[in-house]
């Protein structure tokens, strides 16, 4: 590449907006700046966001001279595909991390939606953090499936020295987070399995579970010293038709927790029935209940899922392995390249995880 190229990053932006933000800080600035690559940042508030976005998008100068443009968040990257038809621009849009956490761009009205989906399917590559997705974007707004690939979700676990749930009298079970979350089986389950358990999210209308303590928010911290200390780190999802659950996974794997949760296609990219968590069937109260039952009655099991689960997020799940995956795809779209829609050494290993935690899971069951 010659002489150093600027790409533009849209990014959702939590709190007062910051345009000369530092952008070494972005996750994948590093190995592109290794390939002579430097980000513009373009932080965008969603709190209004239609609002936000025409302002920021619509109306900003400069924006054309960049050479790539790359967006976060699924109504960014729709507003940055669009902005590029209006304005003419002919840099490559490339959408990180399209996940439906709120409602879908669908009204209902065939001519609306074709529009919208055309939006979509203008995107050069879309990167999402679940295979399933590939198939729920394709469905949903017709993105070719050769244009979606898939990157982990991953980070590097920060330091914390919160002890909010270090010295508890009893173990309990936690569920952290709010898209798709089924709190109300968690709840079940737990009182079915004689167990305490913390929610860190939605809460439930009434107070039927005395045994449930329910946090509406918590620091990052605090929700890292929750996973730590507890039995397991517990996914449990409505549906699988979005995605949901990464973030949680990881950060139980990163902390040596095993996971307990709902066996969506979703998930399976993340965690292994048998390896480094117990898959239970969706809203399964009693399947649920046991396998809390289980993992407390066993600390040697848990602890032996959890460590697996800390290798694989080693492997797999760090901010290096994962922003170099992404630089690499935003690399190829900007030369030109075909990529691969699923690393091929991962798959290789993942396959191998599998086929040998189903083995284990039958030796076991036939006993």
């Not at 109306?59 to 209006?86: K, Q």
């Not at 840099?91 to 939006?119: E, K, M, Y």
């Amino acid at each position: 590449m010659k002489g150093a190229r600027r790409f533009l990053f849209v990014y959702p932006a939590h709190g007062p907006t910051n345009d000369s933000a530092d952008a070494d800080k972005i996750f994948i600035a590093a190995p592109l700046k290794s390939h002579g690559v430097e980000l513009q940042l373009l932080p965008v508030p969603l709190r209004r966001r239609f609002i936000s976005i025409s302002r920021k998008l619509l109306f900003a100068t400069g924006l054309n001279a960049c050479d790539l443009h790359i967006a976060t968040e699924y109504a960014l990257i729709f507003a940055v595909s669009m902005r590029r038809e209006l304005t003419g621009a002919r840099a490559p849009v490339v959408g990180v991390g399209l996940n439906q956490a709120r409602r879908a761009f669908v009204t209902g009205a065939a001519p609306i939606d074709r529009w919208i989906n055309r939006r979509f399917q203008a995107i050069d590559c879309v990167i999402v953090h679940s295979r399933h997705e590939r198939t729920l974007f394709n469905r949903l707004h017709g993105i070719e499936l050769n244009r979606i690939h898939f990157a982990h979700w991953g980070y590097d676990l920060p330091a914390g020295d919160s002890r909010r749930f270090a010295d508890r009298s009893a173990p309990y079970v936690c569920m952290i987070g709010r898209n798709n979350r089924d709190v109300d089986a968690f709840c079940a389950a737990a009182a079915a399995a004689g167990i305490d358990g913390v929610v860190i999210g939605p809460q439930p209308p009434s107070s039927r579970f005395p045994n449930i303590e329910f946090h509406g928010a918590l620091s990052p911290d605090d929700c890292q010293s929750c996973i730590q200390h507890s039995i397991a780190n517990v996914i449990l999802l409505k549906d699988d038709e979005r995605g949901a659950g990464h973030i949680t996974a990881v950060t139980g794997m990163h902390l040596g927790r095993p996971t307990i949760y709902s066996r969506t296609e979703s998930l399976i990219d993340y965690l292994i029935d048998g390896y480094n968590g117990i898959a239970v069937p969706l809203g399964d109260v009693e399947k649920i209940a046991s396998a809390f039952s289980d993992l407390a009655a066993s600390p040697a099991r848990a602890h032996e899922l959890g460590e697996n689960g800390r290798r694989y997020a080693a492997r797999w799940l760090s901010n290096d392995v994962t922003a170099k995956r992404i630089a690499d795809l935003v690399l190829d779209v900007y030369h030109g390249r075909s990529s691969e829609i699923v690393r091929s050494d991962w798959l290789a290993e993942y396959d191998g995880l599998t086929s040998a935690s189903t083995f284990a899971a039958a030796k076991g069951e036939a006993r």
